[in-house]
Each structure stands twice: as C-alpha cells, then as structure tokens.
C-alpha cells in the first residue's frame, strides 16, 4: 500500500512503524474472511482491510480520530486472526495498538464511557479492588432485570447494556485467594529448573485454582516455583484499552522484578497461564523499544516469556494411572494463543498424549467475543461470538471444554453448561493432581 507520510512525521518512530506496516499490506482482502467482526456485520470497515485504510488516513492527516474511526476500532477484538491469514505478514497488532493510544490521547469519548473505561483500568489490574468490584456486583445484579434492552444487536452500545454486561459476568462465589506474593514452591526429588509463574490480576480472583494447577505440576516435575514478589498486573487490559502509560509503567515494574529475581536465584523461564497476558509480555521487547533504560531488559523478559504448554512440552511428563480415554475434551484455542503467539497444536498434542480425547472446535479461528474487556465494552457483538462459539463446541459433544486463558472460560462457561477448565487443570489431573472441580 502507498503511502504519504512527510519526512517530519516519519521522524516519529511510531510513525515509522505504521508506515513499515502499511507498506506491507497490499490490500488483497484474504484477511476479511477470517475476521470476526466483518463475518458478523458485513461492513467492509469492520475488516482488518478497512481498519487499516482508516488507520492510514487518520495518521497520514495528522488528524484528531473521527467518530466513525473510533467506532470501527472500538469493535475490533484485537483477537488477531487477521494476521494469521495474512500471507503479506501485516502486523496489525503493532498498528492497532498504536491507532488505540491516538484515539485515548485526541479523543473525547462520552462521559460514561470514559468513567467506565477508566473505572476498568482501574479495578481489573489490581485483585484486591476486583474482588470487591465483584462482590458489589453480585450485590445489585437483580437490579440488571430493570435495565432497558438494547434495540437492535448493530446499534451502538448502551451505557445499561454494558453494565447488564459487566454484572452477568460476575460470579455467584468467589474461591479463597491463592498463595501470596513472594512463595516459593520446592520441586519435589531432584531439582531440574526454577521458574517464575506470573500471578496475574483477575485470574488470582476468579480462578486460583489454575495457578494451583501448574504449580502442582512443576514441581511434581522437579521445577522450582517462585511467585516473584513486586510484580504487577502485565499490563495486557490497560494496554488494549489504549492506556498505554500505565501499561508501560506496569511493564518497567514487572521487568525491574523479574530481572532481579533472574539475578538472585535464576530463571529458566517466565510462565505464563493466561495466554491474553502471555503475548503482551512477549511484545514488550517491542513496546520498550524507544526505552534506553529498558529496551535490553524488556528483550531478554520477553524472551523468557513461555506459555505453560510450551514449557512443558520440553518435559516428559509422568502420567498417572487413570482411565482418561473415555473423556472427550474439546480444545478451545484462544486467539492470543493461535493468532497472537501462534501456539495451535501443543496443548492438544499434551493433552491427547495424557490419554484425554481431543476434539478440534468448528470455526476455532473465531473469537469467543471474551478479548480483555470487549465483552464489557461491546457486549452485543461479544454475544452473538459467544453463541455461535458454543454452537460450534457443542456440536463435537464435549465431556468438558479446556482453554488456557481465563477470560476465554468465563465467557463460554456463561453460555454452556459443559465444564470448562484450563488445560493445566487436565495435565495436573493426568499427572496425579485432584479432578477438576473436585475440590
Ligand atoms: S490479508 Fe494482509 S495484505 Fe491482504 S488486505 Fe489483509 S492485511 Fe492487507
Ligand atoms: S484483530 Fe480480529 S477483529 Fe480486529 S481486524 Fe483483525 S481479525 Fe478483525
């Protein structure tokens, strides 16, 4: 694609990036098809294609996001799959991003709207202020009954309608907290390795027992676990909501501690079991690229940055007794892991040699319409994903549902009343752990 940045403007080096990437786009449409959103709405700007072409208009005009801009970029998932269509390798994540910040910084959204993202860049990155959030939302949930309904599923989000959104998530109990910050789990027998398992924000809320889940099997394993002290929400939900100083703040913070754990008693790798966490810290070697204090840092973390299949398809695992072969497991991908990390078939590839049936999910390229806080923001649309995602799993008759990304297993666990669990959960299971959902 031609582009008509000035010399001035491409002395931006976030300028320059856009460029590189809209130069390699040579506007073929492949990407269309596999787009979640343009296969819902049918609106060419509700395309990879046509969000790129209002991306280059707005940054080669210098000018202020328009209305329609923001709409089309509020809808877009981020989930992705674009880019694993695209044989021109546009990264469109790099753009987006990059297209949510201008939109934060020179766009004056409704004054709900800003309380509300604000609010959600607020409370989600830290558990304690989440888990109130959702006790209170357990509280006032009856009173969702009274919100008036969206008119038309292609009508614009409603304040009522992402709060009914927001309240239908929360759960009816919430577990007891896991460990805190700064454990350390021995490997038990002979010690083979030591890693860092990142703590994540609503996942130590909502659901601790996945954490709980790869820590009983690395260190059945003989790896050593450690729950780095200091650390910090990735910065994956601030980064998408294009706030994008306190994602950078929370990055430098998280590099900082890993860095100084890696120093004092070594790590072989940052874990990682949400995969919606995993690839923004993977990207900030990118995203500290300008920093001279970090850049180096930012690259070697995000080279330490594994998925827990990834690692542990390095391990031989050992499986316990267990008659597995009777339980069909249908593989949710979530597309940070496909499409952002681009990791397919090795949670299936552990999971089938664990003994479990495996089943592949029609349309498994489609988001489930979860994608950080798009549920909250674009409920309608996250809705109609949702249905036709449990339509697609139902269809191969799941004894239980396996994902490995916590915002993905709520959302499809609210539609569906099939079991849904991390892949973790089922390999600890495999490999000598409780059943999940047995204690
Ligand atoms: S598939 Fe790639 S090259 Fe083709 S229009 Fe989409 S982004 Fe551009
Ligand atoms: S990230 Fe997902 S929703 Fe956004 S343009 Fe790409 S395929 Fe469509």
């Known amino acids: 694609m031609k582009t008509e940045f000035s010399l001035a403007q491409l002395a931006d080096p976030d300028i320059a990036e856009a460029d590189k990437i809209l130069r390699a786009c040579v506007h073929c449409g492949f990407c269309t098809a596999t787009c979640p959103t343009y296969v819902l709405l049918g609106d060419e700007l509700d395309s990879p294609r046509g969000r790129i072409y209002l991306i280059k208009e707005m940054l080669e005009k210098g000018r202020r996001p328009t209305k329609a801009v923001v709409k089309h970029i509020d809808r877009c998932l981020s989930c992705l799959a674009c880019m694993t269509t695209c044989p021109s390798g546009v990264n469109y994540m790099h753009l987006v991003d990059q297209a949510r910040v201008r939109i934060e910084r020179n766009f004056k959204r409704p004054i709900t709207e800003r309380i509300m993202r604000m609010a959600l860049g607020r409370i ?23 919100f008036p309904a969206t008119k038309s599923p292609r009508a614009e989000p409603t304040l009522f309608g992402r709060l009914r959104a927001m309240l239908a998530l929360a759960p009816g109990g919430l577990p007891e907290p896991g460990p805190p910050s700064g454990s350390v789990f021995a490997a038990s027998g002979l010690r083979r390795g030591r890693v860092a398992l990142l703590q994540g924000c609503a996942q130590q809320v909502l659901a601790p027992r996945i954490n709980q889940a790869a820590i009983n099997v690395l260190t059945r394993h003989g790896i050593e676990v450690v729950l780095v002290k200091d650390e910090k929400c990735c910065g994956a939900l ?88 009777e339980i069909v497991v249908a593989y949710h991908s979530a597309c940070s892991l496909q499409h952002g990390q681009k990791i397919t078939g090795l949670p299936k590839d ?14 498994s390229h489609l988001c489930c319409g979860s994608a950080g806080t798009y549920n909250l923001l674009q409920p309608d649309i996250a809705m109609r994903l949702r249905d036709r995602k449990i339509a697609n799993i139902a269809s191969v008759k799941p004894d239980m549902i396996a994902a490995g990304n916590i915002g993905c297993m709520m959302q499809i666990a609210g539609g569906i009343s099939v079991p849904v669990v991390h892949t973790i959960e089922l390999l600890d299971w495999a490999t000598g752990g409780p059943q999940p959902g047995s204690n």
């Open 124 to 146: 989600l990155p830290e558990p304690r202020l989440f888990r109130a959030a959702m006790v209170l939302a357990r509280l006032v949930r009856p009173v969702a009954a009274l």
């Open 238 to 325: 601030t980064h998408h909501l294009g706030h994008d100083d306190d994602a950078l703040k929370r990055a430098r913070a998280n590099i900082a501690a890993w860095a100084k754990e890696a120093q004092q008693g070594g790590l072989d790798a940052i874990l990682v079991t949400t995969s919606g966490c995993g690839t923004v810290i993977k990207d900030y070697g990118y995203l500290l690229r300008e920093d001279r204090d970090f850049a180096a840092s930012a690259a070697r973390i995000s080279a330490l940055a594994k998925d827990i299949t990834e690692y542990l398809a390095g391990i031989e695992l050992k499986l316990a007794p267990g008659q597995f072969s």
């Open 350 to 363: 552990l999971l089938s040699k664990s003994g479990f049936v495996v089943k592949d999910v029609p349309e």
